[in-house]
């Protein structure tokens, strides 16, 4: 049985790229729901699912409110809302942008952070501001764990830096190598099967 309940995934700028590399890595039984915000704009539309979907044969879901958290699930946060990880749910609001962005990341991991203490992880992939790195920072402070994609790797290593200057105790990965990483944050004695099951 895992100890973590919750992977939250945080991108912005480049992201589309880091996600379809990242979830398209992913072992097809991989148990742990994987939460993802994308940074886009209030009008866009919501294709980012389908192209991820394209990717892995984990299930990609557009989350709607009150959405259930499954197993060998990706749930990507709509378009001008926030999105809050609760008890075995995600719920979102239309409460005002932060940092200039709804979804907000930091707003979604705050609150896994809060509901799964010492059992969620939170990822930090490229982006052009500094949007995640105070949720990042909460997640740890609950002891929680922290990925940041290497900023070399990243399109734009604004966010990855901004991260790693919050957590310095991040693990900081190549973005090539953070799916099988969290395989083994996951599942340690099996983490040699990250790629058998594709």
Request: charged share 20%.
């Amino acid at each position: 049985m895992s100890n973590t309940s919750v992977v939250v995934i945080g991108a912005s700028w480049g992201g589309l790229a880091a996600l379809s590399c990242l979830i398209g890595g992913m072992p097809t039984d991989f148990e742990v729901p994987i939460v993802i915000v994308q940074h886009r704009s209030r009008h866009a539309d919501n294709l980012l699912a389908g192209l991820l979907q394209d990717t892995t044969l984990l299930r990609v879901i557009d989350v709607e409110d009150k959405e259930p958290l499954l197993p060998r699930s990706v749930y990507i946060a709509p378009a001008n809302y926030h999105m809050l990880v609760e008890n075995g749910h995600l719920s979102l609001t239309t409460d005002p942008l932060v940092r200039f962005s709804r979804p907000s990341i930091d707003v979604t991991f705050v609150s896994a952070g809060d509901t799964y203490p010492r059992s969620t992880i939170g990822v930090i992939l490229t982006g052009a501001n500094d949007d995640g790195s105070m949720g990042l920072r909460h997640i740890v402070d609950r002891g929680g764990r922290a990925v940041v994609q290497d900023p070399a790797t990243a399109e734009s290593p604004v966010m990855p830096h901004a991260a790693q200057r919050a957590v310095p105790e991040a693990t900081v990965v190549p973005l090539p190598d953070i799916a099988d990483h969290l395989v083994r944050m996951v599942r340690p004695k099996a983490a040699q099967s990250a790629g058998s099951a594709q």
